[in-house]
């Protein structure tokens, strides 16, 4: 499926993109937006995918935006340094690797996967829990990473 979105449509995107992630001036109302299956582009550009009907963007944007990362909405989890090879080859994310969790990550939205010595980022993922879950859980799988560094969103973006 392929859909041209019109001004009104880029202006909404403009709109909830500011409020999700508070990520702002990342498009105009005279970029031409195509939502083209589960991918969103702009100026011919992937930027942003939907997982179940939740728009994300995609990490290599996540990494484009560099310390401004640190003044958005999107929540961040850090791993050690041994989850790093596990995760950048799409391996899901356990309690055990996990050192920092951020505040307000809520069950099914996405968190950004950084790492512990440089913190940039290397995967997305769906957090199977909240916060506090996350926090007082010992072990287990607790992030499903669905977009990492080499996967194939990642070679189409």
Known sequence: MRKQLSKKEIKELISEIEEKFGITELLSKKDNVVREDSFLKVNEKIIFFYNNEQLIPTLKLIISLGDKLSKTNIKKIIVDMGAIKFVINGADIMRPGI????????????????????????????????????KAANSGKVIKNIHFVGDDTWKSS
């Open 99 to 134: 050192t920092e969790i951020e505040e307000g990550i809520n069950k099914d939205n996405f968190v950004v996967i950084l790492d512990e010595q440089h913190k940039k980022p290397l995967a997305i993922g769906i957090s199977l829990m909240n916060s506090e879950e996350l």
